[in-house]
């Protein structure tokens, strides 16, 4: 009986502290979305590693954008791309054509890009507290993601938040197919004032130049 009693403790001691520590990266998270939030306007500078061990694939960009309320602008690989508040415009330089497409449900949740990267957290994970590193004389607190899909094409990502300013330092997303994608925000500019132009398509300008436009009837 003492036997199974201990048993019975040690589980629910386990399960306690599973949805404690549950609850801390929740409740910690929440401050990171309040912070982002109260901010006017964000600008962010970044890189981003992509690397597969077993693929011997090691590749490295960076890029900038720019996030004011629900609207963004972010330049990435020779490729901008803007929401206005109603449309995602899309344009390929290299390719000179300009694609033009409504917002799918929840498509922002789906995919983490720049533009997303301090608000993906917010639905469709479950929170668990990790390590501690000091990164570029930064305290980093990492907090485990994971997918409540499934389907979902990610094992695990790694939110890193910068303790001092509660701001995110890094996106580290585990792939299950041995990828792995890490985001590191190198710059972080806040209320800064945003020229409204950088969420606004000038369809005569592209046309001018010569540009494809294509967009749903």
Do not use: C, W
Not at 87 to 116: A, C, G, H, R
Not at 128 to 157: G, H, V
Not at 176 to 193: L, M, P, Q, Y
Request: proline fraction near 2%.
């Amino acid at each position: 009986m003492k036997k199974i009693n201990s048993t019975l403790f040690f589980t629910l001691t386990i399960l306690f502290s599973s949805i404690t520590f549950a609850q801390e990266a929740k409740d910690y998270l929440k401050k990171v979305s309040e912070q982002a939030k109260s901010y006017s306007s964000i600008y962010i500078e970044f890189d981003n590693k992509l690397d597969n061990a077993e693929a011997n694939v090691h590749q490295s960009t960076s890029g900038f954008a720019t996030i004011q309320g629900d609207l963004y602008n972010f330049n990435y690989l020779e490729t901008e791309r803007f929401f206005d508040g109603e449309k995602i415009y899309t344009i390929l330089q290299e390719d000179e054509e300009v694609i033009i497409t409504s917002p799918e449900k929840n498509e922002e949740d789906v995919i983490i890009t720049p533009s997303n990267i301090l608000s993906f957290y917010e639905h469709g994970f479950t929170y668990e507290m990790d390590i501690i590193q000091n990164i570029q004389n930064k305290k980093i607190q990492f907090i485990k993601l994971t997918p409540t899909d499934s389907e979902s094409e990610l094992k695990t990502i790694l939110l890193g938040i910068n303790t001092a300013t509660k701001n995110i330092f890094r996106v580290i997303q585990n792939g299950k197919d041995g990828n792995v994608t890490t985001i590191t925000i190198s710059t972080i500019k806040t209320n800064k004032t945003v020229s409204p132009q950088l969420f606004t398509f000038d369809r005569s300008k592209f046309e001018t130049a010569g540009y494809y436009i294509t967009e749903p009837k």
